[in-house]
């Protein structure tokens, strides 16, 4: 069966032109409840589900998303590649509003870190995450953007703070000594737990304000002007990258936990198991020990 391709933003993503609609589905997780219903259809033939991150009307803070849900609730439904757009504040001149950036790279100053894994409870993993997006859909995304005539900004790291209030300027200065590049609030948990369950995942950054370092502070109203106008970008961009996306799943993302599982099989327990069936499927006919460890 042909893998399919998730999208995780805002609501407005799946308004595009191009989209078949063809159903919305509420699914329920061992983790809890999803963001929101996904929306499933096609585009240009290929199969694809959206999900609202913050849910409809955007009523969930970043510390409220329940991303193992999410993530879960994709994988059940056969996605393997995930584009992930978000908004994010620059910290560099040259990245201005309105302008995008396909980072390469993740700094966590995120606070609630036992909810970004689906291990434990028996099985003990150990992803690499050196590397913690897809280079493969990198590329795809940096094609699709240059396309639609963006400015587009390859590369760099992305810190994730918790939220939900903007950063103090004293943050914003040590973030930029850091040499971070932009700052967001939410798609470090996305990329950890996508490449726990072997998804292919990039993120679209799209440049909203630039922080606090500068003169102005960063308030909602400014924020909103920036998204509606990024909103449309990223339909196209989205649309162009998914007619690119492989229609089979044979990245190295999707062999990640290969070598990351230190339990060894006798000892799963199969309570774990049967919760994380579509994440593990495939060494369930296994009797040997998947992480040769």
Known sequence: MEPAIGVIGGSGLYEMAGFRQEEERIVPTPFGEPSDALVGGTIAGRPVWFLPRHGKGHRLLPTEINHRANI??????????????????????EYAPRSIVIPDQFFDRTSRREHHTFFGGGIVAHISF??????GLRGILR?????????????????????????????????RQHGFDVIGMTNLPEAKLAREAEMALATLAMVTDYDCWKDEEVNVEAVIGHLHANSALAQRIVARAVAEIPREATWPEHEALGTAILT?????????????KPIMERFLGNSGDPGGK
């Not at 050196?130 to 280079?135: E, T, V």
């Not at 060894?264 to 994380?276: D, H, N, V």
């Open 72 to 93: 879960w609730a994709l994988r059940s439904l056969g996605v393997r590649f995930v584009i992930s757009v978000g908004a994010v504040g620059s910290l560099k001149e």
């Open 130 to 135: 050196g590397d913690p997006l897809s280079g």
């Open 143 to 175: 094609q699709a953007a240059s396309g639609e005539g963006a400015e587009v900004h390859f590369g760099g790291t992305y810190v994730n703070m918790d939220g939900p209030a903007f950063s103090t300027r004293a943050e914003s200065e040590a973030n």
């Open 264 to 276: 060894p099989r006798a000892a799963w327990p199969a309570e774990r198991l049967e919760t994380l």
